[in-house]
C-alpha cells in the first residue's frame, strides 16, 4: 500500500506571541487570562479573520494563522499592533501587553487542520527576534509587499536562527509612519511615546464636530481605536403610539450608516432593542453592551415636518459630548440621519474619508410615502409570522409601485421572499428562492451601500440555504466590506465557515456577531456550538446550545448539539435529557444525517459519534 502525496502549497504565515507573558502571569494569573482573552476576543481574532486568515494553532500566549496573501497577513499585523499600542497606553508600564509578530511567505505540508513545515518554522523564529511592539517579516515576505502598502520597512539584515541552514534577512514594520524612503527604526520606547501621543491627540479632539474636516492628516488608520457605539431607540413623540415604527427605522437606519465607517463599532438593532421603554443606566448600558459611547434621541412628526432631537454622550464619564436638534419636511430625514451621523462621527474624532462620507449618504427614494411603507414592512417583518410577511410584501410593493428604484424596498422584499421559502409557505420553495435572488440583485443595480448590505446578506442566505458554502461566504465578506458592524454578516460568515471546516474562523466570526448583537438568533447559537464542539471546546459548545434552547426549547437541532455535547463532557444525565427531547421532538431522528452538510467528512463523523455516546 502506497503513502499518500504530501500536501503542499505556498501560504503566508503570521506568527503571534505576548511578550513577558511568564511575568503578567505571575503577577496575576486570572487577570492577565482575563485580559488575554478579551484582547484575542476584541482585537486580535477578528483581524485575522476580517483579513480573510485562518487560525491554525494556539500554543496559551501564541498564535499561529494562516494567509493566502501576504499583503493580508501584513496587514493584519499592522492593524493588530497599532490597536494594542492605543489600547495599552493608558496601563502603567508593569502591567502592559505588547505583541511580538512574524511573518513568513514559504511552503508548508496540510495535514488536517494543521500545518508544517519551514515556512511555519521561520515565521516563529521571525517572532522571537522581534521587537516589542513590531513585526518582523522575511526577505521572501518583503518582496510581496514591498510596493503594494503605505508601510515603511527597515532592512534589519542577516539573521542566524534556530534550526534553519540559511540565514534569513529580516525587515522590521516601522508602524510611526507611512512609506518613505528606509531610515532606521525607532527605539521601543519612542514608539510606545508616539502612541501616548496620537491617544492624547484623539482625546483633545473629542467633542469638535469638525474633525473629520483634517483627520485625514493622521499617519494612523482609523480602525486602530475603533469607537463602541450604541444607539438607543429614538422615542416616538408623535402623540401615536401606532407610529413607533418610523422613529424605530429612524434609530435603524442611523445604526446602518454609522456601521459604514472603519473607526466605529456599533451595537446591533436587537441588542438595543431591549432598552426602548427602559429605565436603564448609561454605566449600565454601557457595561451590558461592552460599549463607551451612547446616542439618544426622539422623532416627531407633525403637519408633515420631522423634529429630530439627538445627543451623544460618553458613558464611561457620564459626560454630553454633543447634542443638536434638526427639523425639515418628510423628505428631509435622509438629510437629517446624514448629518446626524457625521456629527457624531466627528465628535467622536474617527477619521472620515471622502469614501465614507459618500457612504453615509442616505439614497433618497423617490417618495416618502414609499420610505414611510417600507419602515412599516421592516416592523412587520421582525416578527418572522406568516400572515405578518405576507402583510409586509403587499406593502413594499405598494412602496414599489411609488418608487420602482427604491433599493431598499427591493432588498426586503428579497427577504420576505426567502422567508417564505424557508419556513415552507409556499408550494414551490425554489422559485420562491429565485425571486429572492431576482429581488436581491435588482437591489444591489441601485448602488445604495446600505441597501446593498441587506441584499447581500440575504444572498448568503440563500446560498447557506441551498449548501453553496463558498458563496456564502464571499457574499457575507461583500457585506462586511460596507458595513463592518453588520451583526448579520458576520453571522452568516461564521455559519458558512462552520459548514466548510474552517473552525477557528468560523468561531471569531460568530463571537465577533455576537459582540454587536448578544441577542443571536438560534441559527447563530446553533453554529458557534457547532464550531466549538468540532474544536472540542464542549464545555463552551454545551454552554452555545443551552443558551439558545432557554428561548426555545423544542428546536430539535439544538437538544442534539446539547446531546452530543453533554456525552462528550461525560455528563451522562443532561446527554440522556436531551437525547429524550430528541426522540420527542423527532420521533424519526436518524444520526447518520444529522451534520451531513459539512463538508469535511471526520467533522460529519465526530459529530455522530457524540449523538451515539448520548444514546441516539
Known sequence: MTNPAVQRRLAAILAIDIVGFSRLMGADEEGTLARLKLLRADLIDPAIAGLRGRIFKTTGDGILAEFASVVDAVQCAAKVQTAIALREAAEPPERRMALRVGINLGDIIIEGDDIYGDGVNIAARLEGICEPGSVAISASAYEQVRDKLPLRFVDRGEHTVKNIARPVRVYGLDLGAPSAAPKKAAPARKKWRRALLIAAVAALAVGSALWYSFSARLAK??????????????????????????????????????????????????????????????AEISRDLGVRYLVQGSVRQADARVRVAVELSDASKGTLLWSEHYEGEGKEVFEIQDRIVKNIVGALAVKLTSLEQQRAAAKLPESMDAYDLVLRARELMRTSDRKHIREAMALLNQALQLSPKYAEAHAALASCELQRALFGWVEDPAAAVRRAEAAAQRALAADDPGANARALGVLASLHTFTGNFDAALGEADRAIALNASDALAYQLRGGALMWLGRIPESIAATEAARRFDPRLSSEADFNLGMAYYLA?????????????????????????????????????AQAEQAAAAVRRLDPFFKVETYGRRLVNPAHGAKLQEGLRKAGL
Open 536 to 572: 472540542g471546546r464542549y464545555r463552551d459548545a454545551l454552554a452555545a446550545f443551552n443558551d439558545s434552547l432557554r428561548v426555545e426549547p423544542d428546536l430539535v437541532f439544538l437538544q442534539a448539539g446539547r446531546a452530543a455535547a453533554a456525552a462528550e463532557m461525560q455528563d451522562t
Open 221 to 282: 488608520p482609523a480602525d486602530a481605536a475603533a469607537a463602541t457605539i450604541a444607539v438607543l431607540p429614538f422615542a416616538n413623540q408623535s402623540g401615536d403610539p401606532k407610529r413607533d415604527y418610523f422613529s424605530d427605522g429612524v434609530t435603524e437606519d442611523i445604526i446602518t450608516a454609522l456601521g459604514r465607517f472603519s473607526g466605529v463599532r456599533v451595537s446591533a438593532r436587537n441588542a438595543v432593542q431591549a432598552y426602548k421603554g427602559r429605565n436603564a443606566s448609561p
